[in-house]
């Protein structure tokens, strides 16, 4: 039950776009589309954003969006805003029905 | 309105046990899957362990694995989390979540329990 690998920060200008990958493996991202992410800003709980790989949950902006290719799952923020700095984690279902969660990424407004 | 409510964290020494509860409102609790999911403050989230509606099916992730134990009061709407045997690197924010619907990602949390170990 090794976490998923993501990049530790991810940085772009309001506006712009900008994409968290998060790397799994056949045992669990490569096997279901059971991938979600979750929004946490500082001293607040977390919050999911997109679930089974692309859904998003009523009420998130359409500016998050998400895919899978293979083993690792993307999560793209369009139209990069100010309130988007926040840290994300990924999450997948994984083969011994367990989850596992990413080591999360630190997105930072510039 | 979901609501989850978490308490019993505490200092714990090495070695000790410690009950964490979660008190759940606002849903039909017997309905939905339960999670625990850890955070040492500024690290990651680390999922901890799962129960299903009746509590008879359960997972751990393994640095937990046969030191904790999940299970639940359908009636006092209520899960709890029974964790022994505990270290340091158990030190951590505990939060229950509710699992979605028949779906695979938790769509509610509280606001998170501290747990202490240390000596």
């Known amino acids: 039950q090794s976490a998923l690998t993501q990049a530790a920060s991810v940085s772009g200008s309001p506006g712009q776009s900008i994409t968290v990958s998060c790397t799994g493996t056949?045992?669990?991202?490569?096997?279901?589309?059971?991938v979600s992410w979750y929004q946490q800003h500082p001293g607040k709980v977390p919050k999911v954003i997109i679930y089974d790989v692309y859904k998003r949950p009523s009420g998130i902006s359409n500016r998050f969006s998400g895919s899978k290719s293979g083993n690792t799952a993307s999560l793209t923020i369009s139209g990069l805003q100010a309130e988007d700095e926040a840290d994300y984690y990924c999450?997948?279902?994984?083969?011994?029905?367990?989850?596992?969660f990413g080591t999360g990424t630190t997105v930072t407004v510039l | 309105e979901v609501q989850l409510v978490e308490s019993g964290g505490g200092l714990v020494q090495p070695g000790g046990s410690l009950r964490l509860s979660c008190a759940a409102s606002?849903?039909?609790?017997?309905?939905?899957?339960m999670h625990w999911v850890r955070q040492v403050p500024g690290k990651g989230l680390v999922w901890v362990s799962r129960?299903?509606?009746?509590?008879?099916?359960?997972s751990y992730a393994d640095s937990v694995e046969g030191r904790f134990t999940i299970s639940r009061d359908n009636a006092a709407n209520t899960v709890y989390l029974q964790m022994n045997s505990l270290r340091a690197d158990d030190t951590a924010v505990y939060y229950c979540g509710r699992g979605a619907r028949d779906d695979f990602y938790i769509d509610s949390w509280g606001q998170g329990t501290l747990v202490t170990v240390s000596s």
């Open positions: 056949s045992s669990d991202v490569g096997r279901y589309d059971y």
């Open positions: 129960l299903y509606t009746d509590g008879s099916r359960t």
């Open positions: 999450s997948s279902f994984t083969i011994g029905s367990t989850y596992v």
């Open positions: 606002g849903f039909s609790f017997s309905s939905y899957w």
